[in-house]
């Protein structure tokens, strides 16, 4: 396959997929990736514990909420999923936890203002470069002064069990659709960050359950 091939889809695209996978093989896709156990979101919590209102942006099957009523949380959780059926498995799962709202994270309009926007096990790189700047200009829009957004990305530079046609840009088939996504590094974030306003952006890497390598970035308005 050629290499331009691989940089073919856009967000929009990429939603099939979701809608198609069915909330079990989701799951088993969370443990062969390490993040059924919450490693991710422990890192994530100092952040977190102290805050009102979290905003999860591209929910997925309900992993994230999971952790936090885990955590008894006691702030407002916002839970944002565009696609249909796993919008529909949370509202039918997860409401009164959290208020789900069925919404395209390209124009999101939260109800308030939240203090963390939590963006998870990847769900960044389902979007194209253009569309990441402009998502991370939204979601700044939505946050309290004072705010984050704590993203984890795959570690760049490290081989995924998706084709790549660089270091960037990959492509994923499987029975539920293709996806093709934007990895972003560093330097991506923080000219996405500085556009947006925000004033710094901190990394840390780590190692999921199943040793996939792994980057958490906290944006910080
Ligand atoms: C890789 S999954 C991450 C799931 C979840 N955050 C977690 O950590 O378990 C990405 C999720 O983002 C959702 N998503 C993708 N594009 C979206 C968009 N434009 N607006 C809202 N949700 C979106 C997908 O449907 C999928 O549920």
Known sequence: MQANS????????????????GVDPFKIMAEIGGFDS???LELAYEYIKNTNAVVELGAGYGRCIDFLKKKKYKG???AVEYSNTLAMHLKDNYTPHATILQQDIKKLKLPTKVDIALWMWSG???F???EQQEC????????NEGGKIIMDLPRFGVQTFAQHADKQHIHFE???????????NLE????YAQKAGFKKVAMKDYKTATEKERSLYILYK
């Open 6 to 21: 691989l940089k073919g889809n856009n967000n929009d695209k990429n939603i099939d997929f979701y809608n198609n996978i």
């Open 38 to 40: 919450f490693i991710d």
């Open 76 to 78: 407002k959780i916002y």
């Open 124 to 126: 960044f790189i389902d």
């Open 128 to 130: 194209t470069e253009s």
């Open 136 to 143: 991370i200009e939204i979601v700044c829009g939505q946050l």
């Open 174 to 184: 499987s029975p539920y659709g293709n996806l093709d996504c934007f990895i972003p």
């Open 188 to 191: 991506n974030i923080e000219k």
